[in-house]
Nanobody, 128 residues
Framework: QVRLIESGGGLVQGGGSLRLSCAAS????????WAWFRQAPGREREFVAS????????YYLDSVKSRFTISRDSAEDTLYLQMNSLKPDDSAVYFC?????????????????????WGQGTQVTVSS
């Protein structure tokens, strides 16, 4: 059974940084695509960033480009999201997700419910 456990969320002032982690277990994830999504109250879950299985291609939501960096430690089956220059609009529950078939670029446009595996989410709150 796949388990994805996010950590690293919290309360931070605007302009600050946080690093989210997602620890995976239960499968051989070597060829999976990985992604971060987020959901703010009253809003749809939205794509934030994705990375392909080899770590050679990354994709970002336009509003987080140059501020967020997605990375992966394949040896540890851990996904990261480094978030810098945080803004109040970044406040949301952040979810880790993975899928064996969806390509990293497709992850940026696909309906989120089509992604196979999800973590429980971690809250990020950015104060102004």
């Amino acid at each position: 059974q796949v388990r994805l456990i996010e950590s690293g969320g919290g309360l931070v002032q605007g302009g600050g940084s946080l690093r989210l982690s997602c620890a995976a277990s239960g499968r051989a994830f070597r060829t999976y695509t990985w992604a971060w999504f987020r959901q703010a109250p009253g809003r749809e879950r939205e794509f934030v960033a994705s990375i392909n299985w080899s770590g050679t291609s990354t994709y970002y939501l336009d509003s987080v480009k140059s501020r967020f960096t997605i990375s992966r430690d394949s040896a540890e089956d851990t996904l990261y999201l480094q978030m810098n220059s945080l803004k109040p609009d970044d406040s949301a529950v952040y979810f880790c997700a993975t899928d064996p078939l969806i390509a990293a670029q497709t992850m940026s446009v696909i309906e989120w419910s089509r992604v196979s595996f999800w973590g429980q989410g971690t809250q990020v709150t950015v104060s102004s």
